[in-house]
């Protein structure tokens, strides 16, 4: 990514205020979607961020889990004769970037970064721009949408303006993934069928009719419309930020952001300024302010995965926030008040991690005001035919497959698993069968087997040497692998980030040689960021 220098956005707020508010009135337009296109709300927030930034033109693509573009918005200031619009089947070659290295690009016409980024000189060359931002933004590691912003002048792209555009294309892109799920409850499915329901029991993408799963719906019911603290707990993969989604959507602040962070998924020395935000000079690299997540959800939501991932330094911080209702940023003594309803979710065991020193007393008590468990999938098995088919009916017409059978025998196979991963799993099994059936019945590439977690004879029983010892053995399993097909972070049901602080915890380290990698990529026969990302493919 070509470095961004301070430019003119930076000296002052103006800008900033004006983009928050046009995705804000996005956002609750795009909540109150049931189906439908989003091209109003979108093309109207568009355009008032373009005024606001004082860009010639802005687009905004969308997603699919795939990687496929399935929409496209466009705004752009009135065209003098003679001067082309915006191309964005253009900007979608620049795009495959993004896929690559999930960074900003910034280009211009004169720049050398032009030259390295595919697609960049005809996407300038057909809107007839001199310079753009191209930012991309999604749940996790999924690439959900990206946005793009051009000029017809030489223009300077500060770092607070790229940044502030990836935290407001995320809450853009959880909005996006919200719109259409529909909250009427249907008849489920039999236990296991050939032919696909008629209709699926589903609330928020949340799937299934078990009496385990109706006692977390009930619970949720309960408490969605006060305004106190949630605390989800269970398994990594059982849906915890759908949970936490739905918890939103039907809230009173479902108008405001639903702002997500997680916290496994970051080094601890970002943690605090990605909550809490920082001032211009507060550490080296902070070249302007920055808001933080609790800034950009005041009034909202704020969901904080995986708490019990957050160091004890941290802790503290976080429970005078709960506390008080202010919070002060890097770099900053002014205290800043703040009103967000706080959603938790964690796949530890707080009480044991309180009991173990690794995790404030008095901060579980301010989350655990109203707890909520969810089931893990072996504990419903009958939920997995309804499961299997709203699996099916997302993916299929990605893969190009029109399976309308699943045999008895598939689905007796898969309901006896005990799915350590979960839902993920399942997803990740059924969308292999989808690949492998060639016709209109759902076949298993391979049945699916239990990850064990063996305990040498000698080793201690402690929960910690058991964590170590089955993610050891999943890393072998996987050759080591962290990112990529077939990787261990996938089969454990965790992010590749929080998978490798797991690993640094825990003082695992693979003591194998590394067998040499050099390939054409390496060699000079790809540009360094194709490289960079085959070698991570690799890995």
């Known amino acids: 990514m070509m470095p961004c220098t301070a430019a003119s956005y930076s000296s002052s707020s103006d800008w900033r205020s004006k983009m928050n508010r046009a995705v804000r009135q996005c956002v ?10 989003a091209t109003t709300p979108v093309t109207i927030m568009l355009g008032e961020v373009g005024e606001a930034l004082t860009v010639d033109c802005a687009s905004l693509i969308e997603f699919s889990d795939q990687g496929r573009a399935i929409a496209g918005y466009d705004w752009h200031r009135p065209i003098a ?39 960049a000189r005809t996407f300038l060359r057909r809107a007839g721009l001199r310079s753009a931002a191209i930012v991309p933004a999604g749940l996790g590691q999924r690439l959900k949408c990206a946005w793009a912003f051009g000029v017809r002048r030489d223009e300077e792209w500060s ?12 809450i853009l892109a959880a909005a996006l993934g919200r719109r259409g799920t529909c909250a009427v409850r249907q008849e489920p499915p039999p236990p296991s069928s050939s032919k696909p329901p008629p209709a699926l029991r589903r609330s928020d993408d949340i799937v299934g ?43 009173r602040r479902r108008a405001a952001p639903l702002v997500s962070v997680n916290c496994g998924a970051l080094p601890p020395t970002l943690i605090e300024s990605e909550l809490f935000g920082h001032e211009r000079g507060a550490f080296t690299g902070a070249v302007a302010p920055r808001q933080g997540r609790f800034e950009l959800a005041d009034r909202g939501t704020l969901f904080l ?26 770099g900053s003594s002014r205290s800043q008040p703040v009103d967000v309803r706080i959603v938790a979710a964690t796949h530890h065991n707080l009480t044991q991690s309180v009991a173990d020193g690794t995790f404030r007393a008095d901060l579980f008590y301010r989350l655990n005001v109203f707890p909520i468990r969810l089931p893990s999938l072996r504990e419903r098995p009958e939920d997995i035919p309804a499961l299997v088919w709203s699996i099916i009916h997302r993916r299929q017409q990605a ?12 689905m007796v196979s898969l309901q006896r698993h005990s799915w350590p991963g979960n839902v993920r799993e399942l997803e990740n099994v059924v969308e292999r069968a989808l690949i492998h059936s060639s016709g209109d019945t759902l076949t298993l590439l391979d049945e699916p087997a239990d990850v064990p977690a063996p305990v040498p004879a000698d080793a201690s029983t402690t929960l910690v040497s058991i964590e170590k010892t089955h993610i050891e053995e999943v890393l072998r399993t996987c050759d080591w692998r962290i990112n990529g097909m077939g990787n261990a972070a996938e089969r454990l049901g965790l992010h590749p980030n929080t998978l490798r602080f797991r690993m640094k915890k825990l003082g695992i380290v693979r003591l194998e040689s590394l067998r040499p990698r050099r390939s054409w990529a390496t060699r000079g026969g790809a540009s360094p960021a194709i490289a960079r990302a085959i070698a991570r493919e690799t890995r």
Do not use: C, W
Request: hydrophobic fraction near 45%.
């Open 399 to 410: 893969i190009d497959r029109r399976v309308t059978k699943v045999p008895d025998e598939v």
């Open 209 to 251: 009719d078990s009496a385990a799963l109706r006692a977390a719906l009930r619970k949720m019911e309960e408490v969605a419309t006060t305004e106190s603290t949630v605390l989800l707990l269970g398994e990594t993969g059982t849906g915890k930020e759908l949970f936490a989604r739905a918890l939103h959507a039907r809230g």
């Open 159 to 170: 770092e607070s303006l790229i940044d502030h555009m990836g935290v407001l294309g995320d």
């Open 28 to 37: 609750t337009s795009l909540d109150l979607l049931v189906g439908g296109a």
């Open 81 to 119: 004769a003679g001067q082309p619009a915006q191309d964005i089947s253009a900007l979608l070659g620049v795009i495959q970037q993004l896929k690559v290295e999930r960074a900003p690009i910034v280009i211009g016409e004169n720049d050398a970064q032009v030259a390295r980024v595919p697609g």
């Open 305 to 330: 995965d995986e708490i019990g991932d957050l160091p004890l330094d941290l802790q503290a911080k976080l429970l005078r926030v709960l506390q008080e209702g202010t919070f002060e940023r890097v």
